[in-house]
């Protein structure tokens, strides 16, 4: 049999090949919003009321409900030289926290900036992993190359659990006089999906939620039936937006609301105290 051998045939063929091969080396697949899943995002408040307790004649505690979010995520195969971190970021929208003293004066904690306008947002990171709200079971990071989906679960929760002194904070006398603890902060909460290469971020759900607490004292009754919860009893449901809101600058870096936050003493005759500044 007789074989004929066309130069120009393997010219082609060769080059139709390497036209492929450039083509995948080139045209590597870009992770896109539209290509990342999101199964079964919830976002639920504990449907039951503020604890309060009464256990130490030092301080009042009180236990708020949790917030909670958690959603499934199928994530596309990863580019070599890529790495990708799927989680939760939470900033501090708005934080009024009051502490009553009769007419003396009332203690607050604040977040100056956030209070004097000059951002719209606080990042509630836990201090260390930046911008992520935790590194637990918070975030999940994927490393490239990856052939298949990856599949996950990343989920947080959040709740209050703080200590108010029954007597004047400035005061060196131990003498109950708290009369009330007012209580109202906002959050933002964005599940987010973020390129560490390249710092891209692609926006997946945005949260508003709100935690909201009120409590009368009579610092005149014997420790251990003080305090009551007025006001509502059962907090909000989280919202989950249709649009996504994106993530503010102050929301992704430091400080975060625990460093930032100041504890002053504003009594009512008289210039507020700076009892514990930020850190």
């Known amino acids: 049999m007789f074989l004929f051998f066309c130069p120009c045939w393997s010219f082609s063929f060769s080059c139709a090949v390497m036209g492929c091969i450039q083509s995948i080396a080139c045209n590597k697949s870009r992770i896109k919003r539209e290509n990342i899943v999101v199964h079964d995002l919830s976002a639920t408040i504990d449907h039951c009321p503020t604890v309060i307790e009464e256990n130490s004649p030092i301080v009042l505690r009180y236990k708020t409900p949790y917030f909670k979010a958690a959603a499934r995520i199928v994530m596309p195969p990863i580019p070599r030289n890529e790495t990708w971190v799927v989680g939760w970021i939470q900033a501090c929208t ?3 926290f009051y502490n009553t003293y009769g007419d003396i004066g009332m203690s607050s904690w604040e977040l100056p900036q956030l ?31 990856t052939s298949k989906p990856s599949r996950f679960t990343v989920s947080m929760n959040d709740n209050f659990y703080p200590s108010v002194t029954w007597a004047v904070p400035v005061s060196e006398s131990n003498t109950p006089l708290l009369t009330n603890i007012k209580r109202d902060q906002s959050f933002t909460t964005w599940l987010v999906a973020l390129n560490t290469t390249s710092k891209e971020k692609i926006l997946l759900h ?11 004292v009579d610092p005149a009754q014997p420790l251990g039936s003080r305090a009551r919860l007025v006001g509502r009893l ?16 102050n929301a992704m870096g430091k400080p975060n609301a625990n460093d930032a936050q100041v504890l002053m003493w504003r009594p009512r005759r008289g210039p507020p105290l700076v009892v514990i500044p930020p850190k």
Request: charged content about 25%; hydrophobic content about 35%; glycine content about 6%.
């Open 94 to 96: 708005q934080m009024e």
């Open 115 to 145: 209070r004097e306008g000059l951002v719209r947002a606080i990042s509630d990171s836990d201090g260390i992993s930046y911008p992520w709200y935790g590194n637990t079971t918070e975030t999940v990071t994927i490393v490239g190359p």
């Open 206 to 216: 945005t949260i508003k939620w709100r935690m909201r607490v009120d409590i009368v």
């Open 234 to 249: 059962y907090q909000e449901q989280p919202r989950v937006l249709s649009r996504m809101e994106p993530v503010p600058p």
